[in-house]
């Protein structure tokens, strides 16, 4: 079973930017296609990254220009870069396989305000 913990989420002003990461433990994330999902406060959890294996990456339209997703697979590591950040970009952010197969993690809260 893979585990997950992100880290990174902070208050930033709008347009500002912010680099989230994600620890996975277990031998098959190398393999894993991975994504970063986000949940606002009311919200239904919404996908926003992909990433495969090999590196090939899709995006949200909400996000596609301004976000983007890394893997480092040596490390176990997931991230998203994410910039020109906009108030509604707001969410607890988590990562997980893509479509979701491990237990969720904590997530990290990003927070785009004046």
């Known amino acids: 079973q893979v585990q997950l913990v992100e880290s990174g989420g902070n208050l930033v002003q709008p347009g500002g930017s912010l680099r989230l990461s994600c620890a996975a433990s277990?031998?098959?994330?190398?393999?894993?296609?991975m994504g970063w999902y986000r949940q606002a406060l009311g919200k239904q959890r919404e996908w926003v990254a992909t990433i495969t294996s090999g590196g090939t990456t899709i995006y949200a339209d909400s996000v596609k220009g301004r976000f983007t997703i890394s893997r480092d697979n040596a490390k176990n590591m997931v991230y998203l870069q994410m910039n020109s950040l906009k108030p509604e970009d707001t969410a607890v952010y988590y990562c997980n396989g893509a479509p979701p197969l491990f237990q969720w993690g904590q997530g990290t809260q990003v927070t785009v305000s004046n």
């Open positions: 277990g031998s098959i994330f190398s393999i894993a296609v």
